[in-house]
């Protein structure tokens, strides 16, 4: 047996009307536009409020009616979504930091999705120290040679013998790339 959910605390109603509304029983609609009505303007639309609702499921529903929504549980679930993910805290972080006040609605979207891609870019360019060459012998063998290259780095998939088409290939590349130039060439498979 459940406990009844307590009502949430609004005296006057939101709004200050005689009856007020019921935060724990709202409609989705009535949030989204609740929500839209602040000083910031649109932060939030229906069709990213239907995928929240989804995403939470019935921890947002409304006590005893599931198509409704408790905006108090709506807004506790975001905030602990919010801190619970820290690379998303990371990238919300630097972009709170960044003056966007002066900026239209777009150039604004614009700014923070740059931010957040640089973040991305970041995290993806810690991959490690490079480690250390473990024969420097067949390095340097292969260095100028693409044959012995492919035969000492890469023999599963060179392990057959070369033709002489091939080795014409082979030595084309080579003086392409050490020598500079373009060639073109043509040969079956």
Not at 74 to 102: K, M, T
Request: proline share 7%; with cysteine.
């Amino acid at each position: 047996m459940s406990l009844p959910r307590p009502k949430a605390h609004n005296p006057g109603g939101v709004g200050g009307g005689k009856g007020g509304m019921e935060l724990a029983r709202l409609k989705p609609g009535r949030v989204v536009q609740l929500l839209n009505s602040s000083p910031l303007g649109t932060v939030l639309t229906p069709q990213a409020f239907a995928r929240r609702r989804l995403e939470a499921g019935m921890r947002i529903a409304a006590a005893g009616d599931p198509d409704r929504v408790n905006l108090l549980a709506y807004v506790a679930w975001r905030f602990d979504r919010r801190h619970d993910d820290p690379s998303g805290h990371a990238v919300a972080g630097e972009q709170n930091q960044a003056d966007l006040s002066g900026l239209s609605a777009w150039d604004a979207h614009r700014e923070r999705a740059r931010l957040r891609s640089a973040q991305l870019s970041r995290l993806g360019r810690d991959i490690g120290p490079i480690p250390q060459v473990a024969d420097p012998a067949r390095r340097a063998a292969a260095r100028r040679d693409f044959r012995v290259f492919c035969e000492s780095y890469l023999p599963s998939v060179f392990a057959r013998a070369w033709s002489v088409d091939h080795l014409r290939a082979i030595a084309k590349i080579e003086r392409a790339v050490l020598e500079g130039g373009l060639f073109a060439l043509a040969m079956p498979r």
